[in-house]
């Protein structure tokens, strides 16, 4: 158990659909990230939140919407994906220092997501 | 910008036998390499890293990594792979950011110990 939780751990959906997925982190952590894992490919990072602030978007198409309303959860909103968004969305947090040199990601297990 | 590179998709070892995956990077400046691993159905586990210091670095589980800064390399290692060993491994270099710590990962090694 990392000290981080993610649900659902499948979601199906069609392209119409929306959905949320959830991480809570239990670590008392300031920094919380949305990293998206395809077969064969390295880890993309999507978002990256400091204190409930966006610090980092990478490009990513609006139809991922996240959302951090404190620092122990952290959402991501699906609204009209597309199949090629089928992937692992995995959530991590780390304790978002300054001078993080030394930190450490701790990462739930992640949420597989097929887009029908 | 700095990035890691895993050249093999797969590693396939013999139980008793010693592994390496591989990890070649490229950064501007001092490296910081991490190594983290994925069993089936879980997140990513962190297993050593790399800041300073000496380069044989020791992790969880038994595993080490050499950094070696003439090749660029941080390949993580094993003296005697276990078949509970098989699992994802990921290569990773920080990405300087004011706050948090950003990781680059590699696209990952499937590593296959069998019995």
């Known amino acids: 158990e990392t000290g981080v939780t993610q649900t659902p751990r499948h979601l199906v959906m069609g392209m119409t659909n929306k959905k949320s997925l959830k991480c809570e982190q239990h670590?008392?952590?300031?920094?919380m990230y949305w990293y998206k894992q395809s077969a064969k490919k390295p880890l993309e990072l999507m978002f990256v939140y400091s204190l409930e602030e966006r610090v980092e978007n990478n490009s990513v198409p609006s139809r991922f919407s996240p959302e951090c309303p404190n620092s122990s959860h952290l959402f991501l909103h699906l609204h009209t994906l597309q199949p090629e968004d089928s992937a692992l969305y995995l959530c991590?947090?780390?304790?978002?220092?300054?001078?993080?040199?030394?930190?450490?990601?701790?990462f739930g297990s992640g949420t597989q997501l097929s887009v029908l | 910008a700095q990035s890691v590179a895993q050249p093999e998709d797969q590693v396939n070892v013999a139980e008793g036998n010693p592994l390496t995956v591989k990890c070649t990077y490229s950064?501007?400046?001092?490296?910081?390499l991490f190594w983290y691993v994925q069993y089936p159905n879980r997140g990513l586990q962190f297993l050593l890293k790399y800041i300073t210091g000496d380069n044989l670095v020791k992790g969880s589980y038994g595993f080490e990594a050499e950094f070696n800064k003439s090749q660029t390399s941080f390949h993580l290692k094993k003296p005697s792979a276990l078949v509970s060993d098989s699992a994802l491994y990921f290569c990773?270099?920080?990405?300087?950011?004011?706050?948090?710590?950003?990781?680059?990962f590699g696209a990952g090694t499937i590593l296959r110990v069998k019995s």
């Open positions: 670590l008392g952590h300031n920094a």
């Open positions: 991590a947090s780390s304790q978002g220092e300054a001078d993080a040199t030394n930190e450490k990601l701790f």
């Open positions: 950064v501007s400046g001092n490296p910081y």
């Open positions: 990773a270099v920080r990405d300087k950011m004011e706050y948090g710590n950003k990781l680059v």
